[in-house]
């Protein structure tokens, strides 16, 4: 894939349009990584769908702890779509921010401006059809999952203040059972699958390739 017109010097609002560059997979499978490794070599802003679960302030702590966050219906999708659509047009959004520790949409915004390309990371982020519609670029991420397993491991102990035990068992009973039901089927929409456990400058070089970019830009 070739960006017609596309050079270097050129300005956002020169473009006929942003680029949107979609990656999704299995939860830790790499996304955030090459997400950002790519949105660093692009000079291009981050939209996490991850920003887009519903807010559940309205139930009590207990209550919010036993959502099923590995089905597409935890995310807001209308909003995601609106504010996707905005982003293809060339418009700055405001992105919601989310609060995983007590799982409710914070009051914080974030402004994602303008620019070349976009991307768009999340778990579900090839699963709507009104999403993958407006991607450029669609892009899946895999790894086994005894890889997932053991980065949710580290990742939800450092940062959102679970007990080891308590991330296996969400694992076990929800994250691994939804991958295979919703997650996984939306592997053959991608335009290019890509291994999470190779070296980033491998996946980065794969991705530009398919751009028809050069690594060293």
Known sequence: MTLPGYTSDLRPDQLPHPHLIGLAGPSC????EIAQRLAAVLDAPVLLLDSYYHDL??????????ANFDLPEALDV???TGHLQGLSQGKEIEAPVYDFTR???TKEIRRVPVAAFVIVEGLFA????SIRDLLNLRIFVDAPDEVCLQRRIDRD???RGR???AVVEQ???TVRPMAERYLLPTKRFADLVLDGTLPLEQSLAAVLGHLGMPLSR
Not at 29 to 32: H, I, L, N, P, V
Not at 57 to 66: C, G, I, S, T, V
């Open 29 to 32: 499978a790499g996304k955030s």
């Open 57 to 66: 302030a309205h139930l009590p702590p207990e209550e919010r702890r036993l």
């Open 78 to 80: 209308d909003l995601l």
């Open 103 to 105: 799982h409710v949409r």
């Open 126 to 129: 090839l699963y709507w059809e």
């Open 157 to 159: 102990v450092r940062e």
């Open 163 to 165: 007990s080891p035990e």
């Open 171 to 173: 694992f076990r009973t």
